[in-house]
């Protein structure tokens, strides 16, 4: 059972025959009540701050606790960030290679084309005149026999000429045969 103050001020105690100061026993009580009664109080008064004090001590820990875990949070958030912005980079340098070497592939195929039609226009150039030049030889072959000897150029006919003259074969143009390329 716990003691108060009250309890000491109110004590009574049995009377002997040769026994105590009435008046000092109660003074000392008095004392003794006193303080306990303080004792009591800054106990109290303790205790209040030691719940305070455990109750703030909790929400530090608490904070802390809030605090590190976002912090943690945020160091995964810049991680994946970091990490996501490095996929993004490496896929759009990626892509940037890929379509340059579809621009790349798009201009050689451009040059390859041209260098063929030139070569064909070269080759188409080549056929023409030497087909000019048999066309010409054959008239002037032609011209050649009706002048030498017009009399007998008027008793056979233009069909017999034409037979004896016939154009030339079509030349052969840096070791292509202009005949075969023309018929695939």
């Known amino acids: 059972m716990r003691i108060t103050p009250i309890d000491i001020q109110q004590q009574q105690f049995n009377k002997a025959l040769r026994g105590l100061d009435r008046r000092e026993v109660q003074s000392f009580l008095g004392l003794v009540a006193e303080q306990m009664g303080e004792l009591i109080r800054k106990n109290d008064e303790q205790q209040v701050e030691l719940r ?4 703030e ?3 530090h820990r608490n904070r802390e606790e809030t605090l590190r875990e976002a912090m943690l949070t945020a160091q995964r958030a810049i991680d994946e960030i970091r990490e996501n912005a490095k996929k993004e980079a490496q ?6 290679e890929i379509r340059a070497e579809k ?5 050689h195929g451009r040059v390859t084309k041209l260098i063929d039609e030139i070569n064909e226009l070269k080759r188409q150039r080549v056929r023409a005149l030497e087909e000019l030049k048999g066309v010409l030889s054959t008239h002037q072959k032609l011209l050649e026999t009706y002048d030498a000897d017009p009399a007998q150029n008027k008793d056979e006919g233009t069909v017999t ?4 003259l016939r154009p030339p074969p079509p030349p052969v143009f840096q070791g292509v045969d202009l005949v075969s390329s023309n018929a695939g």
């Open 103 to 107: 621009i790349l592939h798009n201009a």
């Open 57 to 59: 001590l909790d929400d």
């Open 91 to 96: 896929l759009v340098v990626t892509e940037a």
């Open 52 to 55: 305070r004090l455990t109750h």
């Open 161 to 164: 000429v034409l037979e004896r």
